[in-house]
């Protein structure tokens, strides 16, 4: 018990260090943490967009870790919140694993994104909260 409270309380602790009650995009060094607080489907997609625009990225639970600086992240972040989405069918396209269910790899390529793109990608949401984020960090 003495252990889950001394985790809880650095986990508070970190929260208000990196200001994270008024914030959402943290800098660390040549990374950028954005944390969306959200799921897996929206975190996909929201890497699945910063892959699209050349960035290297990927979903670690409540956050997205891009490989880039906070300056550029910020600027992928507004076109994925202004820019017309792509289609998520061609989104999916240069992901590597696609096969989730047990089925999934009797898919042909064309089908296979189409499914993955269906099950895992939300476009809709993750322009909503990217705008979102941006909004936050305005403020």
């Known amino acids: 018990m003495l252990r889950r409270a001394i985790c809880f309380q650095r986990a508070r602790t970190h929260f208000s260090q ?25 975190n996909d997609m929201l890497a699945v967009c910063l892959k699209y625009l050349g960035h290297i990225a990927q979903n670690e639970g409540a956050t997205v870790r891009v490989f880039a600086a906070e300056a550029d992240t910020m600027t992928a972040l507004r076109r994925i919140a ?3 989405i792509p289609n998520p069918v061609a989104l999916a396209a240069p992901v590597k694993n696609k096969i989730f269910e047990k089925y999934d790899w009797l898919l042909d ?31």
């Open 18 to 42: 990196y200001g994270l009650e008024c914030r959402s995009i943290v800098p660390t060094g040549a990374e950028t943490v954005v944390f969306t607080w959200m799921g897996d489907r929206a």
């Open 82 to 84: 202004s820019d017309p």
């Open 109 to 139: 390529e064309p089908l296979m994104n189409a499914e993955y793109a269906s099950r895992k990608l939300d476009v809709n949401g993750t322009r909503a909260l990217v705008q979102s984020l941006l909004h936050l960090e305005r403020q």
